[in-house]
């Protein structure tokens, strides 16, 4: 299994919604990684998890908050979102979240999750 | 603050011929490189990694790196139509750095 698996594909929310965002990867990668990526622009790092634990938080508003039940799963709860969180939101692994010692650590997207702020 | 910079085009090519996209990189240290092609509306899908000095080949890509001049590029041979999209370049450091993408247009 070479996926990273993505749920659910489109989403429409009213800013005074909650919802989440899932993501599934069984390749044993040890790094998850959410992105926010807008239209024409490259993907924007929000959050790393290394190990199950937060390792890189850039800055990201509290409204995004990030989980990671265990080592395949990754959730991106969301609450009072914005208009301007609209967007494409990705799911990544790879086996390490920094580079690799000796070969290459290749980051695999997931298809992400188009999101609709109303 | 590591940075990737790519030309953001857009770069047309005729259908058939050699597509060249760049990319340079601030951090000398760097040694993991990689080509994403990216679809309009889809998520990227990685085309090449490369971590030794020299060109790296397969089927019609080829990506080059140079790591004295800090720069890494990728050919498309025969380029075709279907070619056509956001190809983006990443390094590996303590987090993955991308480039802001170079849009190619394959023209029929």
């Known amino acids: 299994d070479t996926e990273v698996t993505q749920t659910p594909k489109h989403l429409v929310m009213g800013m005074t919604n909650k919802k989440s965002l899932k993501c599934e990867q069984h390749m044993g990668h040890r790094a998850m990684y959410w992105y926010k990526q807008k239209a024409k622009k490259p993907p924007e790092l929000m959050f790393v998890?290394?190990?199950?634990?937060?390792?890189i938080n850039e800055s990201v508003p509290s409204r995004f908050s990030p989980e990671c039940p265990n080592s395949s799963l990754l959730n991106l709860h969301l609450h009072a979102l914005q208009p301007e969180d609209s967007a494409l939101y990705l799911c990544?692994?790879?086996?390490?979240?920094?580079?690799?010692?000796?070969?290459?650590?290749?980051?695999?997207f997931g298809a992400g999750s188009r999101l609709t702020v109303l | 603050q590591k940075e990737v910079e790519q030309n953001s085009g857009p770069l047309s090519v005729p259908e058939g011929a050699i597509a060249s996209l760049n990319c340079t990189y601030s951090?000398?240290?760097?040694?993991?490189f990689f080509w994403y092609r990216q679809y309009s509306g889809k998520s990227p899908e990685l085309i090449m990694f490369?971590?030794?000095?020299g060109d790296k080949e397969d089927g019609r890509f080829t990506a080059q790196l140079n790591k004295a001049s800090q720069y890494v590029s990728l050919l498309i041979r025969d380029s075709q139509p279907s070619d056509s999209a956001t190809y983006l370049c990443a390094v590996n450091e303590d987090q993955f750095y991308f480039g802001t993408g170079t849009s190619l247009t394959v023209i029929p």
């Open positions: 951090d000398r240290g760097s040694q993991s």
């Open positions: 490369i971590y030794s000095n």
């Open positions: 990544a692994s790879s086996h390490f979240a920094a580079r690799a010692t000796s070969g290459a650590n290749v980051l695999t």
């Open positions: 998890y290394s190990y199950e634990k937060l390792s």
